[in-house]
DNA sequence: TTCTCAATGGACGGCAGAGTCTCGTGAGAT
DNA sequence: ATCTCACGAGACTCTGCCGTCCATTGAGAA
């Protein structure tokens, strides 16, 4: 996959509060099944979220988490970072420690047209986008990830 | 990173390659150090490489690899495909089975821009962009990964 | 105050992929 | 024929991250 699993998660995550009234609390069990995250991992990937300043959460009854913003602030590549993804532009793909223009590694051409898509996207994609029909008609045949007991 | 390191070193050694003169073999040994990939796993990159019919080996005296075709017939795309990483476009970055334009998961819009991205990188880039003279230059302070003993 | 709900934090386990090691195989040189 | 060089292939270890589990803290309800 492009991304990891834990960045993923955290897009699936945010994008089901999008969807959410912006006043209410979603708990993180209910959280965790629409967003097809596991529940035990999903509080890592939450806490970081929260610590990010991109959710927020509320202990207790009736508590837990919703957007810190409105979702057109929220970009992806604020998301990523929150999940420590890789986005710096200095990694050279050749394994030089000083890669640049003016020094170009071989396959600098190559990398950098990469890295450029990559970051406009993140830096572009926002949460406004989410798809609002999408939750709504869950897929055939598709279950929550564990049962209620 | 954008790249598993599997793939990063394959990049790696290709270039490496792409700069050699096309009629000769240059020994694991020697790429493994120009292309700054650890000896013992580039053997595996390489035996990748080999059976996807981007590179030719050559046993015994004076044996080594070689490219298989010319630089600019060698895609990226190719590489990564030899490398098992995952280009499969119809994976879902919300978790979903069967997720298209006519049902799009909440994550659908975004995701598609980015798989799109990469795949025309992917299909467009091919080994004839490597910086020619980019090796004839070692940074400096730099070292090879083992020291010859 | 007490009970319950729900996030927090840390310790723990498991697994896939990175990276190493070693023996086997084949090809050329002498 | 034999020696040496260099790739081939499998078993092996190690590390980082995914994912789980449980005790703790905090907040609201009764």
Redesign the interface.
């Known amino acids: 996959?492009?991304?990891t699993p834990r960045a993923?998660y955290a897009?699936?995550a945010l994008?089901?509060l999008?969807?959410e009234p912006s006043d209410g609390w979603l708990p993180a069990k209910d959280l965790a099944e629409r967003?097809?995250?596991p529940p035990a991992f999903l509080s890592k990937v939450m806490r970081r979220l929260v610590l990010a300043d991109l959710a927020r959460a509320q202990k207790g009854h009736g508590g837990g988490f919703q957007l810190a913003r409105a979702p057109q602030r929220i970009r992806?590549c604020d998301v990523l970072a929150a999940m420590d993804f890789?986005l710096i532009a200095d990694?050279c793909?050749?394994?030089?420690?000083?890669c640049n223009e003016a020094?170009?590694?071989?396959?600098?051409?190559?990398y950098s047209?990469?890295?450029a898509?990559?970051r406009q996207?993140a830096e572009r994609?926002t949460l406004a986008?989410?798809?609002?029909n999408?939750?709504s008609?869950p897929?055939r045949g598709?279950r929550a990830l564990r049962k209620p007991r």
Do not use: I, N, Y
Not at 93 to 98: T, V
Not at 103 to 110: E, K, T, V, Y
């Open positions: 996959m492009l991304l993923e897009l699936r994008a089901v999008a969807l967003a097809h995250v992806v890789e990694h793909a050749f394994g030089w420690q000083k020094r170009p590694c071989p396959l600098h051409g190559m047209l990469l890295k898509d990559f996207w994609s986008v989410v798809e609002v999408a939750l008609k897929q598709k």
